[in-house]
């Protein structure tokens, strides 16, 4: 009686860890897509005569891709600074002392076409109670430094067009992925960015802290990241679909390729990231079997998305 009991008590024990690991496809295909195209301050410092000010999209820090857009004016004049260094470290803290970063752009320069320092940062994870976000600033004028910094707030990404995914590869080194467009993709062939992005290990003891060189990112070059949609909500069976291009590098950095919506709803994007030599970094194919009343199975290197 014994032996039978505690069967029956693993078997409920299974039935429920399967349940609350299971994605609710329905609830969130009723789910709105937000979508936030205007730049708005998320953030401003003030140091001495010069005031900074940080835009990003809605005037919100997204865990995953942010564009970021600086401005620095003196505020004496109300003339902006366009010629200094400028520089932007963001720093996680965690409950047990550990710091770390994210990819972003260290040296921020100055777009003269738009009249901001333009540069990015890509969080990646949101501000809790055992974890904040501090930015670092650093420029020059008047033939003096200046550096600065202040506590943030991340917030969650609701748009899961624009998710993230951080991984550790085969090489042995830290990676990210983040999507960085179509916000609210369509049912037809979408361009599809990505930035990818490496962890640069520290060759030098650290410095005054925050030495940038313990928390440096760097762009991955030459890649080449593999797609595969499919539709993993057992009632799709884990279709894919046709006219897909894998993302491969282009001349701004990121990763560009195409992915085939043909309906709505939620999609996965199966990745494999092969490196320069097409080597495979991280991913594995999947099955091409179509699975009705079965979740897909997906690859190991994977981004999820819904619109």
């Known amino acids: 009686m014994k032996s039978f009991n505690f069967w029956i008590i693993a078997l409920l024990f299974a039935v429920t860890s399967c349940t ?3 994605t609710d496809y329905e609830a969130e295909t009723g789910s709105e897509v937000p979508e936030n195209y205007v730049f708005k301050e998320a953030t401003s410092f003030t140091s001495g005569i010069y005031k900074i ?3 990003a999209l809605n005037g919100t820090f997204y865990k995953g891709y942010n564009e970021l857009h600086l401005k620095i004016v003196n505020t004496q004049n109300n003339q902006e600074l366009t010629s200094s260094a400028v520089t932007f470290l963001p720093i996680l803290s965690n409950a047990d002392g550990s710091k770390s970063s994210c990819p972003h752009e260290y040296n921020v320069a100055y777009d003269s076409a738009n009249k901001y320092y333009s540069g990015y940062s890509v969080f990646t994870g949101e501000s809790s109670t055992t974890a904040s976000w501090k930015l670092y600033i650093s420029f020059t004028a008047d033939n003096q ?3 600065i910094n202040k ?7 609701t748009n899961k067009n624009l998710n993230m995914t951080a991984f550790a590869g085969s090489d042995g080194e830290q990676y990210v992925i983040a999507l960085v467009s179509p916000q609210k993709p369509t049912v037809s062939k979408n361009p599809l960015v990505a930035g990818v992005y490496k962890y640069n290990k520290p060759t030098t003891p650290a410095g005054t802290f ?9 762009k991955v070059v030459g890649y080449t990241l ?3 949609p499919r539709m993993p909500e057992p009632s799709m069976g884990n279709h894919s679909s046709p006219n897909n291009k894998d993302l491969v590098q282009e001349n701004d950095g990121l990763y560009h390729g195409v ?6 709803g939620n999609w996965t994007l199966n990745l494999i990231m092969m490196n320069q030599n097409g080597l495979i970094v991280k991913g594995t194919v999947v099955p091409t079997d179509h699975t009705p009343g079965v979740e897909g199975v997906k690859s190991e290197l994977y981004i999820d998305t819904l619109f």
């Open 20 to 22: 609350i690991d299971k």
């Open 53 to 55: 000010s940080i835009e």
């Open 259 to 264: 992915v085939n919506y043909t309906m709505t």
């Open 151 to 157: 506590d943030v707030s991340v917030a969650q990404q």
């Open 210 to 218: 925050p030495d940038p060189t313990q928390f440096s990112y760097s």
């Open 226 to 228: 593999k797609l595969d």
């Open 145 to 147: 430094k200046y550096e």
